[in-house]
């Protein structure tokens, strides 16, 4: 079933969107054919975003101009979906189009008890698909599967990094949350000041100029609106620990902290803004495809999920559906919204096929590219989530879960019900267990692979 709500001559759209850009692009010698028809890829995440925290997803409080202008002239996803309730799997899903359970990044990856675990180096990444069919590929802020300089994005397929390693870091210190120095250049800690938000930005800035001339890939992970609560102008309240054991919290944090997040997301949203007035300004913004998500639901500290049920950790739907765009001028026309049930693992094998590299035959996620830019209907799938012993499966609008691992199961039609708030397990029997036998299935597979 074809599930937007607005699709109209995708065919002509395509075909005149193409031409159109060959027509502007091969007056520039040194752009070839097959450059102008692979757009340059840029994918950003936000860290903790709640669903309903963008005005475009119904926040009265919060102002997000650039991302609505972003959604109005493009797809508004409604089912859109983490791989993880929390950072680090979600993020090994982004990175490889597997589900984090196969590439043993199930759990978040801490300073305090996994520095000596990552994302395996011989996992391929989408940069490394990228880089092998001619992209230059940049990273700009969080990385977090990963703290050894094996685990470094330059070692997984970017050519560039700066950023931090850690789930978080103090926005003007740049210290993690176990007292550690966590600002990198590619494998070495390099000293910088500024707030993380605004870095992040002018670096995504500065690569996207000096590779104006070239396909490129840019994954800018921002670590806002995640904790530490700071803006712009707040205090650090983080030093490097002066020995093991020390306490290394030098300021308490802002009391103001609604206000605190408010500005750290439309901080977020300025520069986003700038990033999409420069691709305009270097003539870039018709031939770039841009992808906006969350990495997960809100806190119950400053997010908002909407009418959604739980938060960041939980399984219920305000711990894994999030916020998602995608643009792409003149090829995806505007005012969409798609309620089709995709996943964060997904975006792997949709860029590659927007570049015409070949997909990884490995990988659990599916391209949407067609999708999004022909209308056609996406495959039926079970889907599933795992995390801290919890399980969730969805098959169309039925999502089954398990709290612990022998907990009575639980079933929600999210059609009638997306508040998760009637449980009709009992008159749905034959279906649980249909559906329990497959989640348990997945679970024994995925976990035979780490």
């Known amino acids: 079933m074809n599930k937007f709500k607005s699709i109209s001559f995708w065919g002509m759209i395509l075909s005149l969107a193409v031409a159109f850009a060959f027509t502007q692009k091969t007056h520039n010698s040194n752009v070839t054919q097959s450059e102008v028809q692979r757009p340059n890829i ?69 300073a305090k008890h996994d520095r000596h675990k990552g994302l395996a180096p011989n996992e391929k990444t989408f940069a490394e698909t990228f880089k092998e069919a001619g992209y230059v590929t940049g ?51 390099v000293k910088e ?126 711990g894994h559906r999030v916020t998602a765009i995608a643009w792409y001028p003149g090829v995806i026309a505007p005012n969409q919204i798609n309620d089709e049930t995709l996943l964060t693992m997904d975006l792997y094998p949709t860029l590659a096929e927007m570049i015409g590299a070949e997909i990884p035959q490995n990988i659990d996620g599916v391209s949407i590219k067609n ?19 919890r399980a969730a499966m969805r098959r169309g609008d039925w999502k089954l879960m398990l709290s612990k691992p022998d907990a009575e199961p639980m079933l929600y039609n999210l059609k009638s019900d997306l508040e998760e708030t009637n449980n009709v397990a009992n008159e749905n029997r034959e279906l649980v267990k249909e559906m329990l036998v497959k989640l348990n299935t997945w679970k024994k597979e995925v976990k035979s692979e780490k």
């Open 371 to 389: 999708h999004l830019l022909k209308g056609e209907d996406m495959p039926k799938r079970d889907l599933f989530w795992g995390y801290a012993g």
């Open 193 to 318: 000041e500024g707030y993380s938000t605004d870095l992040i930005t002018r670096h995504s800035v500065d690569f996207i100029k000096r590779h104006k001339e070239e396909p490129f890939l840019l994954y800018i992970p921002h670590e806002a609106p995640h904790g530490p609560f700071q803006g712009r102008n707040s205090k650090p309240q983080r030093k490097v620990r002066e020995q093991e054991g020390a306490d290394f919290i030098i300021n308490p944090p802002e009391e103001n902290r609604a206000e605190i997040y408010k500005e750290m997301v439309e901080v977020m949203d300025e520069g986003i803004g700038v990033v999409l007035n420069t691709l305009k300004e270097l003539n870039l913004d018709k031939n770039t495809f841009v992808f906006f998500c969350s990495d997960n639901g809100g806190t119950s500290r400053c997010g908002d999920n909407g009418k959604l049920r739980g938060y960041k950790a939980s399984l219920w739907e305000g």
């Open 42 to 110: 840029i994918l950003i995440v936000a860290d903790d975003l709640g669903y309903a925290d963008l005005s475009c997803y119904g926040s009265k409080t919060i102002n997000t101009p650039n991302l609505d202008k972003l959604a109005a002239e493009g797809i508004r996803f409604t089912d859109f979906h983490s791989n993880g309730p929390v950072c680090s799997p979600t993020r090994a899903a982004l990175l490889t189009g597997k589900y984090q359970q196969r590439v043993g990044i199930d759990g978040v990856v801490t």
């Open 139 to 189: 990273m700009f802020g969080k990385w977090h599967v990963g703290y050894e300089t094996k685990f470094n994005p330059i070692n997984q397929g970017f050519d560039e990094y700066i950023g931090f390693v850690s789930g978080n870091v103090d926005y003007h210190s740049h210290v993690d949350q176990e007292g550690y120095e966590d600002w990198w250049t590619g494998d070495k800690l």
